[in-house]
């Protein structure tokens, strides 16, 4: 019988112990997975600051070249205005060398025809005096050289502007081969600010993957250290009854040899102590069998009622304390605000999906209650997820949050703990507890 024992609890311990070391193997290999999200998510965060900065300086030459180009168009434009006002200015010279030209012929002709060596005798005969006639004679050669002085002065304004409408020409052409350089210079630098943004966008996506790797290994790595939690306490359990066990079978073995040895001396004594010793024995197991039911009375007592009296993970015993439900996702969001906050929540917020309307509502922050209705689905980020009981719903605690929206929640029910990863488009409400 005790051979037997001791085999059994050597079983038992060997069972335990090879778990508990599966368990450590298991939390190291995720650790190292976790390590390797944390290289990743180093890596694609600084990969992308390169390309913001190398963004950030491409843009400042895109600015500047764009300046560049505004200041040459402006040019050109300057330019080709003035270009277009010579030409007019030219045009009307040439219109008003026309005109003289015509003027001279013309009075050529006339010369030609009238004889103007007569005219010009008749008109010093017309004269009154010598002095008039001399006078006369002045005009008239003045007034031919002024005629020729003035289409030569005109000819030469003609080739001046001539030249001057070449060089605004020369002009045009350069600014307008600059800006057209620098239209595209700026397009090639554009083109590399999209392969900038394009890539950032890849290493925004890995940082994102990486990180929702690594939160669902860290719910994953809690699931497993929770478990290897409940694995000790079994195992403790299980060596403390194989313990009281092992103690009862050396007790009875000692007063079963105490017995035989008081029969060898009187055989009347030694049958009132065998019947003593079988009535004791027969009281003692009655007792324990009665203990025994009495506590599973009790066990399942605590179980099914609603007073705080149980003796379930997060346990809070006294008057005015937890009155929800054990072991419900309200008794545990309860539990976890007094354990780690110090604050006594009401005891009349209803189930889970009602604390919306019971509680003030808030911010999504670490602290935070958050409660779903009946019916939801709270989708996990990576994947998966579960549907809140109706019309219950359900409630958790915010134990982190996210960047991209989606929080971390401490989650509890008759399943048990866990830690789970919601992705921000799940329908909540958050609402405060007092944080």
């Known amino acids: 019988m005790k051979k037997r024992i001791i085999s059994t609890l050597l079983l038992s311990t060997v069972i335990l112990s090879a778990g508990a070391s599966m368990t450590s193997v298991s939390a190291a290999t995720t650790d190292s997975k976790i390590a390797q999200q944390d290289k990743t998510i180093a890596s694609a965060t600084s990969a992308k600051a390169q390309a913001q900065a190398k963004m950030s300086s491409l843009q400042s030459s895109v600015d500047k070249l764009k300046s560049q180009q505004a200041d040459a168009k402006a ?5 080709v205005k003035e270009a277009e006002k010579l030409n007019t200015q030219t045009a009307e010279l040439r219109d008003s060398i026309k005109q003289r030209n015509i003027s001279l012929q013309a009075q050529a002709r006339s010369a030609q025809v009238n004889t ?12 009154k005096s010598l002095t008039d006639a001399i006078q006369k004679v002045v005009a008239m050669a003045t007034v031919s050289g002024a005629s020729q002085q003035m289409l030569e002065q005109q000819q ?3 080739k001046e502007l001539q030249a001057k409408l070449v060089a605004m020409q020369k002009n045009v052409g350069e600014y307008d081969k600059l800006n057209s350089d620098l239209a595209e210079q700026a397009k090639t630098l554009t083109d590399q600010q999209a392969q900038l943004s394009v890539a950032t966008i890849d290493y925004q996506l890995t940082i994102t993957s990486a990180q929702g790797e690594k939160d669902k290994l860290l719910a994953e790595k809690a699931t497993a250290e929770a478990a290897a939690k409940k694995a000790a306490e079994a195992k403790a359990k299980y060596a403390a009854e194989q313990k009281a066990i092992q103690s009862a079978a050396v007790s009875s073995s000692t007063s079963n040899a105490a017995s035989s040895s008081s029969s060898s001396s009187s055989s009347s004594s030694s049958s ?3 019947n003593t010793s079988s009535n004791n024995s027969s009281s003692n197991n009655s007792s324990n069998s009665n203990s025994n039911n009495n506590s599973n009375s009790n066990s399942n007592s605590n179980s099914n009622s609603n007073s705080n009296s149980g003796s ?3 346990t809070i015993t006294g008057n005015g304390y937890n009155n929800y439900a054990p072991y419900n996702c309200t008794w545990y969001a309860w539990n976890y605000m007094y354990n780690n906050y110090g604050i006594k929540l009401p005891a009349s917020l209803g189930n889970g999906g009602d604390w919306a309307y019971s509680l003030p509502g808030t911010s999504k922050h670490v602290g935070a209650l958050v409660s779903y209705s009946g019916g939801t689905y709270i989708q996990f980020v990576g994947g998966g997820g579960f549907t809140t009981s109706s019309p219950y719903g359900h409630v958790a605690v915010v134990t982190a949050v996210y960047a991209d929206g ?3 929640i401490y989650n509890g029910s008759t399943a048990g703990v866990f830690s789970y990863h919601v992705a921000a488009s799940t329908p909540a409400t958050f609402v405060s507890g007092g944080i």
Not at 75 to 79: G, P, S, V
Not at 119 to 125: A, F, V
Request: hydrophobic share 20%.
């Open 75 to 79: 040019k050109l434009d300057a330019t």
């Open 116 to 127: 103007s060596a007569t005219n010009n005798i008749t008109t010093l005969l017309d004269s």
């Open 156 to 158: 030469q304004e003609e």
């Open 272 to 274: 009132s102590s065998s």
């Open 312 to 314: 379930g993970s997060g």
């Open 406 to 408: 989606s929080y971390q």
